[in-house]
């Protein structure tokens, strides 16, 4: 388990902005509810990376070093930045028709938002 010390410190850091978020924008309620939804994609987060990573180890065994190291430092660019953070973001700004920064607001937002109305 020493392995993972960071690991746990970075998570119960993570959790604890995702209840001060939740908190200031929508009380006792928004802060239950982003830490429900902050668990559950940790948790799909965790297994789909597992089951990446094993696919992955496959695939490399057989790769000399530099490659590897190509594989994974682009691999891990675009999956963390790409697919995880702007792909979302441009495909609701595409399909719905708002600017980048206008999603972004929404996505940050609309717990504060839908709790006035």
């Not at 200031?24 to 990573?53: P, W």
Request: proline share 1%; glycine share 8%.
């Amino acid at each position: 388990m020493r392995h993972f010390y960071l690991d746990f410190i970075f998570t119960a850091i993570a959790l604890a902005i995702a209840a001060w978020w939740g908190y200031s924008h929508g009380g006792m309620g928004g802060m239950i509810a982003t830490l429900s939804i902050t668990a559950i994609l940790a948790v799909m987060e965790i297994s789909l990376s597992f089951d990446n990573a094993v696919v992955n180890a496959s695939v490399l065994k057989g790769w000399d070093e530099f490659w590897k190291k190509i594989f994974l430092t682009v691999g891990i660019l675009i999956a963390v930045f790409g697919m995880r953070l702007v792909f979302p973001i441009v495909i609701v700004a595409v399909t719905a028709d708002l600017g980048m920064m206008e999603v972004i607001n929404l996505a940050l937002y609309s717990l504060k938002s839908t709790q006035q109305d």
